[in-house]
């Protein structure tokens, strides 16, 4: 490769981990702060999924190998299609298992 296309690559490969990094701490904080678990459940499952496809991402840039993108690629494949399906399912369950939301939140649409 040439040199400038080198450093390109090295900052956008560096760019992709601090914005998944940030989206992951992003997830993390919500986790600690949202006063339910359908708040939290639906910060970890965004922000964490986007979080791990950019890490995801720039892993498989760096690598620099065909198939190993690809293994990466197919790992964000999978984060994306099955992280909110997961979160759906557990905030369905915890709501039938009797988890109140917090007060702050105006409706409850499973509640009919």
């Known amino acids: 490769m040439t040199e400038p296309l080198q450093i390109v690559l090295a900052l956008l490969v560096a760019a992709l981990m601090v914005v998944g990094a940030l989206f992951s701490l992003v997830a993390s904080i919500g986790l600690l702060r949202f006063p339910d678990v359908y708040s939290r459940m639906h910060a970890a499952s965004k922000a964490g ?10 892993v498989g840039i760096h690598s620099g190998d065909l198939a190993t993108f690809g293994r ?9 299609l099955t992280a909110p399906v997961a979160a759906h399912l ?6 039938k298992a ?6 702050a939140s105006v409706r409850d649409d499973m509640n009919k």
């Open 72 to 80: 990466a690629f197919a790992g964000i494949v999978f984060f994306v």
């Open 49 to 58: 999924t986007v979080g791990s496809g950019l890490l995801l991402l720039a």
């Open 90 to 95: 557990l905030a369905r369950a915890a709501h």
């Open 98 to 103: 009797g988890y109140r939301l917090s007060d």
